[in-house]
Each structure stands twice: as C-alpha cells, then as structure tokens.
C-alpha cells in the first residue's frame, strides 16, 4: 500500500461516524431490537471503505512471518509460568491428592474421569477419546496463521470486531489483530480447541461454574457464570486459563450473524468471599478487550451481596469504558426479566425454563470422524480451496476501491459474500475433523450452525 494511501486511510480512520454507533445497550432490549450497525452485512459505506483498507493491509503482510509483523504487545494478566505451575499440580495430584467435587480429585481432566469410568474409544489402540493433535497451522506466515483464528465464522467477522473495537482506527485495530494472532499461537488455542472439553478441569465441568442456555431478548446467548461454585483452590492457574478459552471459543460456535455477542449473567448468589479469585478475574477482562473484543453484548450482575458494591470499586477500574458500559445491576429476578424473557430465564432464577445443568459425559465413538485423516485431507483441500478463492475476490475488491471503480468494488462485494457462506460451510464441515465433540454437541444443542436449545428440554 502506497504512502499516500495509508496517510487517505488514516484520515478516514477519524472520520466522525456519526449516526453509526451504538445505541445504549437498555435502550436496545426496552424497543426489544439488536442494534446492528457496524456489524457483519450491516456497514456504512465509510465502514465498508475502512474494512476493505484493513485487508489490504493484512494482504500486504500475508506471506510475511507472523513474528516479523509489529503488534500490540501480548499481555500477561497475571504473573504466573504457567509450567511451573503445572508441575507444582501435577505434585499436589499425586503427593497430596484431595477431592475437589463430587469424586473429582484435584487436577483430573475429564479425559481422567472418562477412563476411571471405562469410556474409551474401539479407533485407537491405547483407547484414546481423541487421537494425537495435528496441527493445520501450515508454516509461519500471518496467512496460514490467520485462517486457524477464522475457523467458521465469516472472515469479515473478525475483522470487524478489532474494528470496531479500535473505534474503526485501522492502524490501531490492525496492531490489536496480529496481537490476538500471535496470542493464540503463543497459547495454543488450536490445540485446546483439538482436544475439547476431555483435557479440562474435570471439577470445572461437572460443577457447570458456567454454562450456556437460552438466549436473551435480542437473541444473544445467555452464559450463566455461577461464582459460588468457583474456588481458587479447586484448579490450578494453568487448567483455569485453559477452560476460560475452551469457553470463549466455544461460545463463538453459538453465535451467527447478526448475533454476535453474548449475554452473561454473573451470578452472585450465594457468594462469598472464598469465591473471589483475583487472577481469574484479570485474566477473563483481559481476554475479553484483548483477544475476543466484541463478544460481550451485556453483562448482569445479579444477586451480589451487600458488600459487592466494594469489589466492584475495586474491579471497575481494570475495565475498558465500552465494557463496562454494558454492566448492567440486577438484584431481584423482576429485573432479570428486563433483560430474559420469562420462558428463557432459569426456574431456579424466578422464570420458567426448568433446565439444570448437568454435564454430559463423552461418548466413546463420538469423535470417530477425528480418526479419517483421509476424510480430514479432502475437507481441508476443500477449505483451502475457497479460502484461496475468497482471497482473490478480496485482492480484486480492494484493487477496485483504490481505483474508484464503484461497479467493480459492488461486484467483487457480492462475490466476497457469496464465498464467504461457503467457507463458512466448508469450515464447520472441516471442524468435525479438527474438534473434539463438547457438551453443547452431546446434547444436540449444536448441530452444524443451527443452534436449538429445546433440545435440553427433550433429554429430560
């Protein structure tokens, strides 16, 4: 990109987006409709303008070593040497072994569980739920990189959610992207995407201290975060780090445009002190503005105790202001209902849906599509193929942008578009070769891209 087009983007970057932000989050659930501008399909043509001028800057450095491209620097939320720490669990397991909850002993995994219960698979000979992990990342380039971070949602998605998140500066929002990138690298979220939900915390599942049901009045998933069922103690730093992602990447499986945020309700009843956990916290704000911006629609936090109001003086400050704009009190389910329609909201949290979560565990052919490395090459030849596609009619809508070819740049839009649902379709059909089966799949939640969750109700 030339000098004078980056200085033109730059410019553009402040123009005032008037009439384009967000209308309050209380203002959107009292008219009861999703404000979607700036979201995916929904750009203003200054939006379009500085989404096609990211990608040619990301199309400039596609084929560069991601480690060579400056970024934001990777933060660190707490410090921990996380290998460290696994080693100090991995002694406390098998020196001074405790039950954490309801026979689950500190520092099992599910995978732990699975055996001690004789769930194991016939595709592999030492009964492994999921075979040895295979990287898709192909080399070191920003390219190959990327494509492991898009996985099924729309490539403009995640584009667009650095965007926003920087305010639709792209020189800033583009740092903030490789930042994430190299981030997920660094921590192998590919990797705990592989293996699932059988390599977490085994207490942290069978306990549900968060969960996914429902879905609230402008139809963002509902994610219940039960704060009295979580202990610091009862996990090591390094396997709640790695549940937190597991989490968020999964979440991300629940969303489709133009829903592409969550609701979550931070239930507060029932807690304690003994509840609080400093590293935790730190760690979930950071990954929410650093590495999954956008994907908090609200947060409600229901039910605190009376001295809450402290702590919350003490954690308000560690919050971005767009984050904590969507922080939103409730004390009384009669204010939950504000916000989750009563046939939405939890029994047990004054509605009337009568789910409670129960983990469900892995089934021992359920992975079994995870073996066929054959089947997994066609689907990745497939995938590759449309992904080289969609760069193409990327290059051509980008060239036509900076040629002022208004004809071409709406066409090559149209193509993009058309190409982007069939990555998306040849991704989540590639994910059943690359992601270990979860809770929200086992119980028929999850079904390709349609997401039901009456089918909770039906395993009763």
Not at 248 to 272: F, I
Request: proline share 4%.
């Amino acid at each position: 990109m030339s000098g004078i087009f980056k200085a033109i983007s730059r410019q553009r970057s402040q123009v005032d987006m008037t009439g384009v932000g967000r209308e309050a989050i209380t203002t959107q659930f009292l008219k009861g409709r999703l404000h979607t501008g700036g979201l995916f399909q929904n750009l203003s043509p200054t939006e379009e303008n500085l989404l096609a001028d990211m990608w040619e800057m990301l199309l400039d450095d596609f084929d560069k070593p991601l480690d060579s491209i400056p970024s934001d620097p990777i933060a660190h939320p707490v410090d921990y040497d996380d290998e460290a720490e696994r080693q100090k669990a991995k002694e406390t397991q098998e020196t001074l072994p405790f039950e954490v909850f309801d026979g689950c002993m500190f520092n099992e995994t599910v995978e732990d569980k699975c055996k001690q219960l004789g769930i194991a698979s016939e595709k592999c000979e030492d009964g492994d739920l999921v075979p040895p992990y295979e990287t898709q990342i192909r080399d070191k380039t920003l390219g190959s990189a990327l494509w492991s971070v898009v996985r099924e949602d729309h490539p403009d998605v995640l584009l667009l959610r650095f965007l926003r998140a920087r305010k639709w500066d792209i020189d800033r929002a583009y740092r903030m992207a490789i930042a994430a990138v190299k981030w997920r690298i660094r921590e192998n979220v590919e990797e705990i995407i592989w293996y699932g939900d059988i390599r977490n915390d085994a207490s942290l599942m069978w306990k549900g201290v968060s969960f996914a049901h429902g879905k609230d009045k402008l139809g963002q998933p509902i994610v219940w975060s039960r704060s009295s069922h979580h202990h610091q103690k009862d996990q090591s730093y390094p396997q709640l780090k790695r549940y937190l992602i597991w989490m968020m990447e999964t979440l991300r499986q629940l969303l489709s445009t133009p829903v592409e945020r969550v609701c979550l309700v931070m239930d507060l009843t029932d807690h304690s002190n003994t509840n609080m956990d400093w590293p935790f916290v730190k760690t979930f704000i950071k990954f929410l503005e650093a590495y999954y911006p956008e994907c908090l629609g609200i947060c409600i936090v229901y039910n605190g105790p009376w001295w809450f109001s402290g702590v919350w003086k003490l954690i308000s400050p560690l919050l971005d202001p767009v984050v904590a704009s969507k922080v939103q009190f409730a004390q009384k389910p009669e204010a939950l209902l504000k916000f989750i329609d009563e046939n939405e909201l939890l029994a047990s949290r004054g509605g009337k849906d009568t789910y409670e979560y129960e983990f469900m565990k892995p089934r021992p052919e359920e992975n079994k599509l995870m073996f066929d490395k054959e089947g997994r090459q066609a689907a990745a030849a497939k995938l590759d193929e449309l992904h080289k596609q969609f760069i193409d009619a990327t290059k051509e809508w980008t060239d036509c942008k900076e040629k002022g070819d208004d004809e071409g740049f709406a066409a090559a839009s149209t193509r993009r578009m058309e190409l982007s649902n069939e990555v998306r379709l040849a991704a989540i059909e590639m994910d059943k070769y690359t992601r270990a089966r979860h809770y929200y799949f086992r119980t028929g939640v999850l079904q390709g891209e349609v997401v039901d969750w009456s089918k909770l109700q039906q395993l009763k």
